[in-house]
């Protein structure tokens, strides 16, 4: 059975900076690319980032750009998102998930649970 | 970046079909997937590639692609139907995944 478990989120002031990590298992993790998608209260799916399956590319939305990394440790089945200069509008529940095998354009999979980021003074 | 448009509701008697669209640029030359979102839960995956079906998923569920508009159909509707449905394509020209806002189906 696939899980995705994320953890980490919290409260933070605007400006400060949070790690996200969620650990995958009941799939092969190297052979997918990893995703962050985030959902703000009330308000639609937002594709946040991703990290190819071999770690050697990584994309970002431009609202995030510059401000949050994607990274894996194929080790430990685990992707993170290191999140800086955190502002109100990245208020949001941080969804993990499965994304595409390879090098095929396929879906998100699998999604974790969510864990929830809050950006307030 | 490529936009996709989805009706923001769509409303359908129990025991009726339900169509929502996604529309977008061309979007027959894109891999459509489909997820449906219940309140207070994750999103799941209910058809990907256009048309193929998850085999947890109901047959009730099937999706289709042509010229500028995906769209999802789901047979007979029931009360347990209700919920987000979001569309998502991969522009693979810079391997960014965009949603469609998201259509609220209301079993009535």
């Known amino acids: 059975e696939v899980q995705l478990v994320e953890s980490g989120g919290g409260l933070v002031q605007p400006g400060g900076s949070l790690r996200l990590s969620c650990v995958a298992s009941g799939f092969t993790f190297s052979s997918y690319w990893m995703a962050w998608i985030r959902q703000a209260p009330g308000k639609g799916l937002e594709w946040v980032a991703n990290i190819k399956h071999d770690g050697a590319e990584n994309d970002y939305d431009d609202s995030v750009k510059g401000r949050f990394t994607i990274s894996r440790d194929d080790a430990k089945n685990s992707v993170f998102l290191q999140m800086t200069n955190l502002r109100a509008e990245d208020t949001a529940i941080y969804y993990c998930?499965?994304?595409?095998?390879?090098?095929?354009?396929?879906?998100?999979?699998?999604w974790g649970r969510g864990i929830l980021v809050t950006v307030s003074s | 970046s490529y936009v996709l448009t989805q009706p923001p509701s769509v409303s359908v008697a129990p025991g009726k079909t339900a169509r929502i669209t996604c529309g977008g640029n061309n979007i027959e030359a894109k891999s459509v997937h489909w997820y449906q979102q219940k309140p207070g839960q994750a999103p799941i995956l209910v058809i990907f590639?256009?048309?193929e079906r998850p085999s947890r998923i109901p047959e009730r569920f099937s999706g289709s692609n042509s010229g500028n508009t995906a769209t999802l159909t789901i047979d007979r509707v029931d009360a347990g139907d209700e919920a987000d449905y979001y569309c998502q394509v991969l522009d693979t020209n810079d391997d960014h995944s965009f949603f469609g806002g998201g259509t609220k189906l209301t079993v009535l």
């Open positions: 998930a499965r994304d595409r095998a390879f090098d095929t354009s396929g879906p998100l999979g699998y």
């Open positions: 590639y256009d048309t």
